[in-house]
């Protein structure tokens, strides 16, 4: 994560309206830096889950968008922010399946699946930070099941 | 200031002013910008448009309650107000400057008071100044008041809108029903959704009913939730539900995601969907033999 960064935006996640607008940004970015249309599909479901979480499990918070360049090759760098209680035990959270709400418990751990790079960060009391990078046509990583 | 000994009075004089020289005001009001860019069909109805702003302020005056938004007075302009505001916004103007237009009306009825007043006491044209003051100071308020409300009602409208457009339940064939879904599926949409299925579903005595979700950009876990909820629901209607539209890159994230509509019956396209009800119907639809043709 040591790529230049080329732009920073913020949206805030307050409301449901919210998760429809960070949705939209989030997958106009992706198309205006040539992301696939599959790429931008998963990025953008990402996006919305990690957004939910913050909304529903802290209370709100923002998101963080960044536009990365390494070379000739541009990533987004998604941070989903939020100052609620935290996750208490982060390995039971990334379980499948596993839900303090009503929804079906597969937000973070198919948030993870869907994107190259996933970190979270969480403190008790403190918040929650989650950060997913992905790269246009599957860069710096070799590519895998290209044609 | 309210609690001045001499405050009811500088009301009630301001209200009869007002109204003794509600035709020069007008006239004055009638040249300045919020009044004669809006008011446009002739001179004369920014005229009558102003004096009937004058006479609901001479009304809030004698009532004495100059700092009241909701004072009584303002009921009969306020829609016109509202009329006024709304057409400045439309024409570009901020709600700062539609404000600063309206604080501008209170500088002819100043030099009214002041040319009619020359010879009062000092601390009494003062005094009437203030009430004034006080008054537009409160127009202002009212006018902003009427915007931001008018907005509000506007989007709440437009919302109630959208989540009865964005769901129709369309007949397909006897029996079988379809709901194209457009948009964002939140809870909201899908409740609206859940219950016109199951409505339709009662009064077609459909036994399929296709949700078709070629319209839904995004579908996530809560989107997929909403989902296997409303084929739930059907089934327990007795209809069997096909989730139809399911675009590739859709089908790859559902997938990533984990999620498992193993139990859902699903189609690519619509036209399969239809296919899929109406083969299980034992309907067969075949082309119509072209005249001339043989039989092979």
Redesign the interface.
């Known amino acids: 994560m040591h790529a230049p960064i080329v732009s920073t935006t913020r949206v805030p996640i307050g409301s449901?309206a919210d998760?429809?607008w960070v949705?939209q940004q989030v997958?106009q970015s992706a198309a205006d830096l040539g992301f696939n249309?599959?790429q931008?599909?998963?990025l953008?479901?990402a996006a919305?889950?990690l957004a939910?979480n913050a909304l529903v499990h802290g209370g709100g918070g923002h998101m963080e968008m960044t536009v990365l360049a390494e070379g000739a090759h541009h990533g987004l760098r998604l941070s989903f922010v939020d100052a609620g209680p935290g996750i208490g035990d982060v390995d039971l959270a990334m379980t499948?399946g596993w839900t303090t709400g009503n929804?079906?418990g597969?937000?973070l751990?198919?948030?993870k699946?869907?994107v190259r790079e996933f970190a979270l960060d969480s403190r008790p009391g403190e918040g929650t930070t989650v950060t997913i990078t992905d790269w246009v046509s599957g860069l710096p990583a070799p590519r895998t099941g290209a044609p | 200031m309210a609690e001045h000994d001499t405050a009811p009075d500088t009301a009630k004089e301001l209200g009869a002013f007002l109204e003794r020289r509600r035709e020069q005001i007008g006239q004055r009001w009638a040249d300045a910008a919020l009044f004669r860019t809006v008011f446009t069909v002739s001179r004369d109805e920014a005229v009558e448009a102003g004096k009937a702003v004058v006479d609901a302020l001479a009304d809030v005056a004698r009532s004495g309650r100059l700092e009241d938004v909701d004072a009584p007075g303002f009921g009969t302009v306020r829609d016109q107000l509202g009329r006024m505001a709304a057409a400045r916004a439309r024409a570009g103007y901020t709600p700062v400057q539609i404000a600063g237009e309206v604080a501008d009306l209170r500088e002819p009825v100043t030099a009214l008071l002041q040319t009619e007043l020359q010879d009062a006491d000092d601390v009494w044209v003062h005094a009437c100044a203030q009430a004034l003051a006080v008054l537009t100071a409160t127009l202002r308020l009212v006018i902003m008041e009427t915007t931001v409300s008018a907005g509000e009602e506007l989007i709440e409208r437009q919302r109630q809108q959208l989540l009865e457009v964005a769901t129709p339940v369309i007949n397909l064939w006897d029996g079988v029903v379809a709901v194209p879904l457009i948009g964002t599926l939140d809870s909201a949409r899908s409740q609206v959704v859940m219950e016109s299925l199951l409505e339709a579903i009662v009064d077609q005595r459909a036994a399929y009913a296709i949700l078709d979700i070629t319209g839904v950009p995004t579908v996530d876990s809560l989107v997929a939730q909403h989902l296997m909820k409303t084929v739930a629901a059907a089934r327990l209607m007795g209809a069997e539900c096909i989730v139809s539209g399911i675009r590739p890159a859709i089908a790859q994230t559902i997938v990533h995601l984990g999620i498992d509509l193993g139990s859902i019956i699903t189609r690519a396209r619509l036209a399969d969907a239809l296919a899929y009800a109406l083969t299980q119907q034992g309907i067969v639809v075949s082309p119509r033999p072209a005249t001339g043709a043989s039989q092979r």
């Open positions: 449901d998760l429809a949705r997958r249309l599959v931008q599909t998963k953008v479901t919305s889950e939910r499948d929804g079906l597969m937000g751990s198919g948030a699946r869907l």
